[in-house]
C-alpha cells in the first residue's frame, strides 16, 4: 500500500468511534468475555487466560478496550496502545467507570515505542491483528514480548476476503479476488459500507511469516458464527458465517530460547 493507511486508519476510527460507544459499554459490563464479531463464548476459544495476576499484558489496537479490561479483572497490569484519541476517550471513561487501572497510550501499533521485553502476553481482537501490515506489528509484538511470552490475535479469516465483493457488497460464495498473493483490502473507496485498509494473509503467508520472525504456533482455530444468529454482520450474512470460517484467532509462542538470527 503506498497510501498512508495509520493515517487513514486513524481517521475513519475517529469519525465511527461515536458508533462504538454502545458496543464497547456493554461489552465493558459483560461478566465472561465474548470474542469477535459474533460474540463466541469464552471456553470455546479461550483467548486470555483465566489467571493473569502479575502479568504484564498489551492491547494492540485496543479500540474501547473491553479486552484491556477483561484482562484487567483477571489481575493482568494493562498497557492499552490504540491510534484514535476518540476511541480512546470511551476506553478512557469506561476504565475510570470500572475502576479499571489500565495504562493507555495512543500511538501505532506497528511503533510503539515501548521497551524490549517488557510484556508477558500481547493480544489483538479486530485490533492491529487487521488494521496493520502483519509484517510490522508481528515484529513489533516479538519485540515487546519476554521469552516464553504468548502473542493471540483475532481477525478476519483469509476466505472471507476471498469471498468479499471489491465494491464492499455482502459477502457470497463466490470467489472475488485472487488468494494467490493476499495482502490487503482497501475499502476506503467502495460503494458500500467504506471504511479503511486493512491486511490479511494466505495461511502459508501467515505461518512463513511466524517462521521468519521465530514464533512457534501453539494453536490455530476458525471461528464460526453461533447457530443463534440470524441477522446479518459486517457485511456477512450469517448463513455464510455458519458454514465458512469467518475468523481466525492465532495463538502464538516467543520461545524461551530465541533462535539466532530471529528478529
Ligand atoms: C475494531 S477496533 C478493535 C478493538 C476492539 N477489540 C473491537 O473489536 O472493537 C479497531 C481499533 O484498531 C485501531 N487501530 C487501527 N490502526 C491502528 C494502528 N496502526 N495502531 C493502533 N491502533 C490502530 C483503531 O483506531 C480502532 O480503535
Redesign the pocket.
Known sequence: MNRDH?AI??DV?DADAKN?VAAGERLWASENPVWGNWGVADGSLDLIPSDMTDKDAIE?????AY?SGWMARRGAHVTA????PN?LATARRLATEHGADITFIEG???ATGLADASFDFAIS????AI??PPDKWLREAWRLLRPGGKLVFLGNHPLLILCSPTNGAPCDTALHRPYIGMWGADWTEVEFDPSGVCFNLTISGWMDLFRDIGFTVVNYQEVFAPESITEMRACVPADWAKKYPVEQVWHLEKPEQVRVGST
Open positions: 495509520v486508519n486513524r476510527w462504538w494492540l489496537g485496543c479500540g474501547t479486552v496502545i490504540d491510534v484514535s476511541q501505532n501499533a506497528e481482537e479486530y485490533g492491529a488494521w496493520c
